[in-house]
């Protein structure tokens, strides 16, 4: 491993000393699930995904991260056995592509399911006047906490589409919506599974806009960043929205560590495809039905052991996609 690759994940991750170790053929009992912080989407997800996993027979404890990227890592130094991220996330792990990165490729994960979709929801005071991605260059805007898919994708697609902004971190969802309010950024996006409900919390007590993308952006980014897919936010999504907004979303992935047993990736993921109701009532998107498609053409692998489980609950998973 490189300096720069060591300091990389060090500063990723801040694990505590020791944590930094060779990987292991055979996994630590109990497994580790890295999930998000404390009150997100995936720390939500994950406790109900790795609850069910229990009552299938298997060991897990829980592990606080800073999101998708965090927990790539984490996976990588097997530091964690299983966690989420997303697929452009895990896209750019894969090709050493994005900041993040800093040209490392990342190979120590495999895709166990299609967890649930994210989409990238941008909003602005409407007294700043904007109502377009376009305006967006130059402006100051907030985005999550370091690690979170937000903090590394939206540059991404912003530079993308030829445009660049003053990004802000600002920790929390919460805390960059307030810094909204307060005047401090000029818009906020975050890429989150929606309804993001901070968003509709500060809808509730300010006129927000909800900005979308042209048809043209959209195919301009699907063409350009792997793992991103046209959606459409409906509208009533939140207070004071309605008009539908054409979006860019990613799918959330459950992922596990390559050297996992072929049995404990089949039994994790039944335990995800199965209960889907369940784990619905904490992630309402976790509702809709796992689309293979996105994460094979992002050029994800999945793991043996989660293929048996697709293959036996109907999918259609080509042996590609598959990957020891």
Known sequence: MSLSRRGLLGLALALPAGAARAAQTTPPLPLIMATGRAGTTYARFGTAWGGLAEKA???????????????????????AQLGMTTTMVGAEAR?????????????????????????????????????????????????????????TAVPAILAALGLSGDFVTTG???????????????????????????????????ELALIGLTPAQID????????????????GLFPGQYQPVACIGTPNLAIGAAALPDHVARDITFAGLRHRDMLAATVPAARAQPDLQPVIAAGLPFHPGAAQALRAEGYDLPNRAVER
């Open 172 to 206: 929390t969802f919460q805390s960059g919506l307030q810094q909204m309010a307060a005047g401090l950024l000029d818009a906020c996006a975050f890429i989150s599974a929606p309804p993001l409900e901070p968003i509709a919390a500060a809808a509730a007590h300010q």
């Open 57 to 79: 027979g298997l060991n897990i404890v829980f592990r606080a991260s800073n999101g998708a990227v965090a927990n790539v890592l984490l996976i990588q130094r097997n530091a």
């Open 95 to 151: 090709q050493g592509r994005g900041r993040w990165t800093a040209g490392v490729k990342f190979n120590a994960f495999r895709v166990l399911f299609p967890a649930f979709p994210s989409a990238l929801q941008i909003v602005s005071p409407r007294r700043t006047g904007i109502t377009s991605v376009a305006q967006l260059a130059g402006k100051r805007i907030g985005l999550g906490a370091p690690g979170d898919t937000d903090s």
């Open 220 to 235: 301009q980014l699907e063409q350009t960043i792997p793992g991103l897919y046209g959606m459409v936010l409906p509208a």
